[in-house]
């Protein structure tokens, strides 16, 4: 197999070559909506670059990768390039693996050398064990997408979905509706929608303790998710009161609820769970066979920040799901240039001084 290897810039939406890299991101269930030419569009928006390496076998796309970085890492000479569920490559052919990795390996060095890149990281949503393909990786400090997960199976009918649930999540549904929380759904960017959005997670973060972006960066998602048909926004409210919102996006076969939380209003209700259970029909309705609760810790302690987070989801049933992780190339010449180039300068300010 002869593969050729070719940096493919933004392609145009309804290029033959941009819905057959769609085509490929959405078959491949170790990639996902992060390498979706939508998600590169949106982050190009919010200030970083997107490299886009594309794979033929003669003149057909067969794989590749987007990755982003952050221009004034570049400038610097740190700069690192990061694929959050890429590479999309053939995972399961251990032969073809090696040879798309590898081609893509070189290709980013090339490419790195020339603008100031010391590593690439790559997340693909691979299970445990770490395949042999990846021995010259590293675990990554950190990871790009959570690492465990819980998956709730959704291609069934509704009534196999509520009993495959814990007895508290089937009642506490129940009981939402019973109180008559109402469930709305935006497809479409909606102003009014977003900012009620922004103050459902807002007054959550600072009731849970955990950081949250600005407002700005919400508005910017969620017009590029809905602008795509790739999102769709849930707010819940009894009367005049707002409950909580989710946001979830769906791509492929599987739909991921992404960011959301309740408000300090009629908790008693359990919004929360009328949302999960809005946005799970939804994305059956869509086609998509998995709901992923993106961010889920298996075993459980009370010390653990996301204890609660991980207790509340896991009452809608599931598969918990651990990932390799995020893993590490170092592109050692790079590296080795800026220390010296480092080196140079320090010693330079000390010639001046003495001067």
Known sequence: MSLRVENIGSLERQSELALLW???VEQNACAGIMQSLSWACMKRSQGLQSVHIGLFEKETLVGGVIFYLAQEAQIRGTGI??????????WQDKRSCAMQLRAITEFAQNYAKANGIMSMRIEPRLPLPLPAVLREFGRAPYDLIPRDTLYVDIDKDENEILMAMKPKGRYNIKLAQKHQVQVSSF??????????????????????????????????????????????VFLAHHENDLLGALLLT??????????????????????????????????????CKYYDFYGYV???SSQHRYSRFSQFKSQFGGRPFRFIGAQ????????????????????????????
């Open 22 to 24: 769609e085509k490929l």
């Open 81 to 90: 390039m990061v694929a959050p569920e890429g590479p999309v490559i053939d």
């Open 187 to 232: 497809e479409q960017f909606n102003f009014d929608a977003a900012n009620s959005f922004y103050e459902a997670v807002h007054q959550a973060s600072i009731r849970d303790g955990f950081a949250l972006e600005p407002k700005s960066f919400f508005d910017n998602m969620i017009l590029h998710l809905c602008e795509n048909k790739l999102g769709t």
């Open 250 to 287: 769906h791509y492929g076969e599987r739909a991921t609820y992404l960011y959301g939380g309740v408000t300090n209003a009629k908790r008693q209700m359990m919004a929360g769970y009328a949302l999960q259970w809005a946005a799970m029909k939804s994305a059956r309705e869509l086609g």
């Open 298 to 300: 298996p075993h459980r």
């Open 328 to 355: 590490d190339y170092l592109f050692l010449d790079n590296i080795a240039e800026v220390f010296i180039r480092a080196a140079h300068e320090v010693e330079g300010r000390k010639t001046e001084v003495k001067v």
